[in-house]
């Protein structure tokens, strides 16, 4: 995070306390460019844009978190200015990240006006698991015929994290351990490309649907639950559980 020693910082966007509003978000003076007294300007400089680039990358952390938590409401529109002033911040990182996140689909540019939150259906939901399938699914079962069992052993904090938040409800931290879990049985195929593809694919389906913004407590502990019986059949070397669990877990995140 960003340095600043005892200020306050934009709040980590998974693993902060569930229900922390976006307006309790801060980002710290030295992070605004500001100079403390004995500070000399041309010393500044060359950190000024490291912590401009560090601010945006918290900025769109922040604001990944709240549209997983539901808390940026799809269909809604939201102003650079209005939402830098409830960080804490000016309006060009909160431009910045909300540029971004349009590239990404999560939202879309209202000129004059500001970011619209993208309103999306359970067709758009199903249609990205039916992709991340194609994806994940033949690779998994790859690595389940291949991969020893005490390197699936080395996954095991990752499923814990998952169970840890959806027991506690808490939606930013649950998306990011989601995607991690996955990202980490992946990567034991060593191509990045494909960890980078699906990853992108698994963040666009964990945004929030237009008639249902907040996903269930129960949803989640369901999700985490086969987390961990698919870690326990990769390490057991089960192939045909591992291919009956992936399915499930796939055909399950498009409802």
Same mark, same amino acid.
């Given at each position: 995070?960003?340095? %600043? ?30 100079? !403390? ?21 918290? *900025?769109?952390?922040?604001?990944? #978190? ?6 940026? *409401?799809? %269909?809604?529109?939201?102003? #650079? ?23 990404? %689909? ?5 000129? @004059?006006? =500001? ?19 194609? *994806?994940? $699914? ?7 015929? +291949? ?14 994290? +998952? ?19 996955? %990202? ?6 060593? @191509? ?19 008639? @249902?913004?907040? !996903? ?11 987390? !961990? ?5 990769? *390490?057991?070397?089960? $192939? ?11 055909? =399950?995140?498009?409802?």
């Amino acid at each position: 995070m960003e340095q %600043g020693g005892a200020r306050e910082e934009v709040r980590p966007p998974y693993g902060a306390p569930a229900g922390v509003p976006v307006s309790a978000v801060r980002v710290p003076e030295q992070a605004r460019g500001e100079h !403390t007294h004995g500070e000399h300007p041309h010393e500044e400089a060359p950190r000024a844009q490291v912590r401009r680039h560090s601010v945006r990358g918290q *900025i769109l952390d922040a604001l990944r #978190a709240s549209l997983v938590d539901g808390e940026l *409401i799809p %269909g809604q529109v939201y102003s #650079a200015p209005a939402l830098g002033a409830r960080f804490g911040v000016s309006a060009t990182p909160v431009r910045e990240a909300m540029q971004q996140l349009a590239v990404e %689909g999560a939202v879309e540019v209202v000129p @004059n006006r =500001g970011f619209r939150v993208a309103e999306r259906g359970p067709r758009e939901l199903a249609e990205l698991a039916e992709v991340r399938a194609l *994806i994940e $699914v033949p690779v998994m079962l790859r690595l389940a015929r +291949t991969v020893p069992p005490a390197r699936w052993c080395a996954l095991r904090p990752l499923a814990d994290a +998952t169970v840890a938040a959806a027991a506690v409800g808490d939606r930013a931290s649950y998306a990011e351990a989601d995607r991690a879990f996955h %990202g980490a049985v992946l990567a034991l195929a060593g @191509n990045g490309s494909l960890v980078a593809v699906a990853d992108d694919l698994h963040r666009r389906s964990q945004w929030p649907l237009m008639d @249902n913004p907040v !996903t269930r407590r129960a949803d989640l502990l369901a999700d985490a639950s086969e987390h !961990t019986a698919l870690l326990d059949a990769l *390490i057991a070397q089960d $192939v045909a559980v591992v291919q009956s669990l992936v399915r499930e877990h796939f055909a =399950g995140a498009d409802g």
